[in-house]
């Protein structure tokens, strides 16, 4: 079985995906077969076969993972809402043992897999369940992206409590500018959350214009990647 680690946000729209997938990128160009997951995916356009879950496709692109699509993301939903919320308006069980045996599949055939979790660490998931309880679930360390905006220090600093709330493995923060504006609070974030997030800054994503998204891997070194892979094998 190979390793994993749970990505997760300090809110929905930070860059979990693109910080996913530079990491994907990263690890695939370094020579390791990386697999990858998006357990539910709302907000999907409809496409001639069904529902596109645009991020899953993404993240399979980036990381040269040829698993089925239906073990990357298991459940596609269209409504923009948080899981649980669209599920409930579709129709759609999310069955947390259907997820964990397509991790199970996807960790056997590769070095390493990266979940990436929907919105929030406290966003409804499945039921009363939420995101963590699925990083739970599936057992894995978490990694967590915080947005480069103002408000990003107390966002980070309660996201870090909420892991360790349920005793799950941090194995620390990437900052991603998801914006190119640059303010005073952007350019001095990293350095506050060194000092009040409360987990270890491993790097900083800065902006990738959607143009360069295919060249990903050219950014993963920023993210602290050879640290992130010494905390996995610590946790």
Same mark, same amino acid.
């Given at each position: 079985m190979?390793?994993?680690?749970?990505?997760?946000?300090?809110?929905?729209g930070?860059g979990k995906?693109?910080?996913?997938?530079?990491?994907?990128?990263t690890?695939h160009?370094?020579?390791?077969?990386?697999?990858v997951?998006?357990?539910?995916?709302?907000?999907?356009?409809?496409?001639?076969?069904?529902?596109?879950p645009?991020?899953a496709l993404?993240?399979?692109?980036?990381?040269?993972?040829?698993?089925?699509?239906?073990l990357v %993301?298991?459940?596609?939903?269209?409504?923009?809402l948080?899981?649980? @919320?669209?599920? !409930? #308006?579709e129709? $759609?069980h999310?069955?947390?043992?259907?997820?964990?045996?397509?991790y199970r599949?996807l960790?056997a055939a590769?070095?390493?897999?990266?979940?990436?979790?929907?919105?929030g660490?406290?966003?409804?998931f499945?039921?009363?369940?939420?995101m963590?309880d699925l990083?739970v679930?599936?057992?894995?360390p978490?990694?967590?992206v915080?947005?480069?905006c103002?408000?990003?220090?107390?966002?980070?600093?309660?996201?870090?409590e909420a892991?360790?709330?349920r005793?799950?493995?941090?194995?620390?923060?990437?900052?991603?500018?998801a914006?190119p504006?640059?303010d005073?609070?952007?350019?001095? %974030?990293?350095?506050?959350i060194?000092?009040?997030?409360g987990?270890? @800054?491993?790097? !900083? #994503?800065p902006? $990738?214009?959607?143009?360069?998204?295919?060249?990903?891997?050219s950014?993963?070194?920023?993210?602290?990647?050879?640290?992130l892979?010494?905390?996995?094998?610590?946790?």
């Amino acid at each position: 079985m190979g390793r994993g680690i749970f990505v997760t946000g300090t809110d929905t729209g930070v860059g979990k995906t693109v910080v996913t997938a530079a990491l994907a990128a990263t690890l695939h160009a370094r020579g390791l077969r990386v697999g990858v997951m998006k357990p539910v995916e709302s907000g999907c356009p409809q496409g001639d076969n069904g529902l596109q879950p645009l991020d899953a496709l993404f993240l399979r692109t980036a990381s040269g993972c040829d698993a089925a699509l239906a073990l990357v %993301n298991p459940y596609a939903l269209a409504h923009p809402l948080a899981p649980a @919320l669209a599920a !409930e #308006l579709e129709g $759609v069980h999310i069955d947390i043992d259907h997820i964990r045996e397509c991790y199970r599949h996807l960790s056997a055939a590769h070095d390493i897999v990266l979940v990436e979790g929907a919105g929030g660490l406290l966003a409804p998931f499945a039921g009363e369940r939420t995101m963590r309880d699925l990083a739970v679930q599936l057992n894995l360390p978490v990694l967590l992206v915080a947005g480069n905006c103002l408000g990003v220090i107390n966002h980070t600093a309660l996201t870090v409590e909420a892991i360790r709330q349920r005793g799950l493995p941090l194995v620390g923060v990437i900052l991603n500018h998801a914006s190119p504006n640059v303010d005073e609070a952007v350019r001095t %974030n990293a350095e506050s959350i060194r000092r009040w997030g409360g987990a270890p @800054l491993l790097g !900083e #994503l800065p902006y $990738v214009p959607e143009r360069e998204r295919k060249q990903l891997s050219s950014y993963g070194e920023q993210l602290g990647v050879d640290e992130l892979l010494h905390a996995l094998n610590a946790s």
